[in-house]
């Protein structure tokens, strides 16, 4: 190897950690401020590893029964989000995926047209409003069934790995459409299928737009909308620490409260984020392929 | 009809529709796809189409009670209404100064970002740096503005540091002109590692042969990345310039509300946030939905221009 390459691969390694500490450094600090005494955190000396160890913020936020209604309907609006986004996706990228469906290409226009125009958040905001879906949990369910991104995905996914002569075989065996879509074309999916959920299932948990404009209930509120009154509006952070005395104290607390809050939001992506992220990958790449 | 079908196997059912011809015959031989699709369809139909014909109220004054059609027609009104208003220029300025330095930094990070992931030989390295780097893509939005509000307070992580070097404390949150670089910066936190992804993938996709052809040919990494891997990537990087500057208006509605605070609304009011609080907290339906077309329709004019000059320029388009 040139002593060009030596130094360019110094410098790439060097570049690389320091992106990688800037990438990881802030998600590291909000681990070992939520456990920090909040008094160490406002006058600056809490950098690298926790100082005076309290679980008060999480004692607080574990009292308050709002953090907890939202993340029983957040679950629930994933859950049953999910299996209506991933059901109708797949159905319709095998459909489209198949040559011999007539007006196909008609059909895909009908679909793409819609990521490049759009009636506009407040048309929306009507149709959803006079099919009585304000305030349900189905508002947070059926205006986004279904993202036309991941039908092409899915779509070329199966272009790709289901051979034409198989469907003749089944054909000549008498397998109806269904039948094969349901008994063959699915279990040979499998990895679309995760690369589905986990797309859809992270999108619906971090939503919180439509939970802005079509919910004004607190008991449907899910749990990024209750997140946004702690975090940025300082709402409820401020209902938890009315016991505590004085208002500079109040307002340090609520701070640690905060970086607790941030935690246990994340905690079920954190967890589930390094054993799944091969799938998202895979997911980017059959849909750069067709691009 | 459903007899027709019913016939098992294949060749009566093609002689069937070669004898007719009829598009009924094609539509009916696979009418189990259509119900397959069936669902998407309708979901489309209601939730995208039915709002493309709503958009008709920004030509009406739109009264709940009689209905889209039954409201009085208004012409270009509420389009003057906007061009007009003291707002007009500072929202456009916003907008497209946002989403312009947002694609000017953004766009060619992850390509540096893939490049130099690419040159690194250890594999267990590099899936360990993946795997940190795209971490931030699944935080969410109310979190990832959680956490800027909280390093970037009075007291935060932040502000501590400039005092540490002695500077002076920043309202980061109060003041306009750190709106776009919060903004911009937390963005290039958060998606470079992701957006690189692709870059990834069609860098796996150069030869092995042609690197160490340049290799035998005396060239260095530098001279590499520059003559064998820049080119290999330029179809993907043009396809994702043309699509991010044909959505240069659209840029996102739910961040940047979440980041305007009283004290920066100069810089942070954006179209989007504009027809939200126009539309759904001051009810201008009307109003607001003239506002959000008029963006569309700028939107969908730059994309078919920039696909356009893209297609005689590189070869690479949309369509």
Redesign the interface.
């Known amino acids: 190897m040139?002593k060009?390459?030596r130094i360019?691969?110094i410098f790439?390694?060097l570049?690389?950690v320091i992106?990688?500490l800037?990438?990881?450094y802030?998600?590291y600090?909000?681990v070992i401020?939520s456990i920090s005494d909040p008094n160490l955190i406002?006058?600056?000396k809490v950098w690298f590893f926790p100082k005076e160890i309290t679980f008060e913020g999480y004692e607080r936020i574990f009292r308050d029964s709002k953090i907890w209604i939202g993340y029983k309907n957040s679950i629930i609006y994933t859950v049953i989000g999910t299996i209506v986004n991933v059901?109708?996706?797949l159905?319709?990228a095998?459909?489209?995926s198949?040559k011999?469906?007539?007006?196909r290409n008609a059909?895909m226009f009908?679909?793409m047209f819609?990521m490049?125009?759009?009636?506009?958040?407040?048309?929306?905001?009507?149709?959803v409003k006079d099919?009585g879906l304000l305030n349900t949990m189905w508002a947070m369910i059926?205006?986004?069934?279904?993202a036309v991104w991941n039908?092409i995905v899915a779509k070329s996914f199966f272009e790709n790995t289901i051979p034409n002569e198989l469907l003749?075989a089944a054909?000549?065996e008498?397998c109806?459409?269904?039948k094969f879509?349901m008994k063959i074309v699915l279990p040979l999916s499998k990895p679309i299928v995760a690369v589905m959920v986990l797309f859809y299932a992270?999108g619906n948990?971090?939503?919180?737009?439509d939970a802005l404009?079509y919910l004004n209930n607190e008991n449907l509120y899910p749990l990024?909308?209750i997140?946004?009154n702690?975090?940025?509006q300082n709402e409820a952070a401020t209902q938890m620490v009315r016991d505590v005395g004085s208002l500079a104290a109040q307002q340090r607390i609520s701070?640690l409260i905060?970086?607790g809050?941030?935690i246990i939001?994340?905690v079920p992506?954190l967890i589930v984020?390094?054993f799944v992220?091969k799938y998202?990958?895979k997911g980017?790449?059959i849909g750069?392929v067709k691009? | 009809m459903k007899a027709q079908i019913d016939i098992p196997g294949k060749p009566a059912r093609q002689i069937y529709s070669i004898k007719r011809r009829k598009t009924w015959s094609k539509i009916l031989v696979n009418y189990e796809l259509y119900l397959l699709l069936l669902p998407a369809l309708i979901y489309f139909v209601v939730f995208s189409y039915i709002p493309m014909y709503g958009v008709l109220i920004a030509f009406k004054d739109f009264i709940a009670t009689e209905g889209i059609l039954g409201s009085p027609w208004v012409g270009f009104k509420h389009f003057e209404t906007f061009f007009h208003s003291f707002q007009f220029w500072s929202l456009i300025k916003n907008t497209l100064g946002l989403s312009t330095f947002q694609l000017i930094i953004g766009f060619p990070l992850p390509i540096m970002l893939a490049l130099m992931l690419n040159q690194v030989r250890s594999e267990k390295y590099k899936r360990f740096v993946q795997t940190v780097v795209y971490a931030p893509h699944f935080i969410s939005i109310v979190v990832l503005v959680g956490m800027i509000s909280v390093f970037f307070s009075d007291n935060g992580l932040v502000n501590n540091l400039i005092t540490i070097f002695g500077g002076k404390p920043i309202s980061f949150m109060a003041q306009p002109e750190w709106f776009q670089p919060l903004y911009i910066g937390s963005g290039v936190w958060q998606e470079t590692g992701w957006a690189a992804v692709i870059y990834l993938a069609a860098l796996a996709g150069v030869s092995p042969e042609l690197h160490e052809a340049a290799i035998m040919d005396g060239a260095n990494k530098w001279q590499r990345i520059l003559h064998i891997d820049i080119p290999a990537i330029m179809p993907t990087a043009v396809i994702l310039l043309v699509l991010s500057v044909g959505n240069i208006m659209n840029i996102g509605f739910e961040k940047a509300y979440l980041l305007q605070t009283p004290l920066n609304q100069p810089t942070a009011e954006i179209i989007p946030t504009y027809v939200y609080k126009l539309g759904l907290q001051q009810a201008q339906y009307s109003l607001a939905t003239a506002v959000g077309l008029f963006n569309a329709v700028i939107n969908i004019i730059l994309l078919i221009a920039v696909n356009k000059f893209a297609k005689k320029l590189s070869g690479q388009s949309l369509w």
Do not use: C, H
Request: charged letters at 10%; zero cysteines.
């Open positions: 040139s060009e390459d360019f691969d790439n390694i570049l690389i992106i990688s800037l990438v990881i802030p998600l600090f909000i401020a406002y006058s600056g059901a109708l996706t159905m319709a095998y459909a489209l198949r011999d469906l007539y007006g059909l009908v679909l819609t490049f125009f759009s009636g506009g958040l407040i048309p929306t905001y009507l149709v099919l059926l205006p986004k069934a279904v039908v003749e054909k000549i008498g109806s459409n269904t879509f992270v948990w971090n939503s919180y737009f404009i990024q909308l997140l946004r702690i975090l940025i701070e905060k970086y809050v941030i939001a994340s992506l984020y390094p992220q998202f990958v980017v790449m750069g691009g």
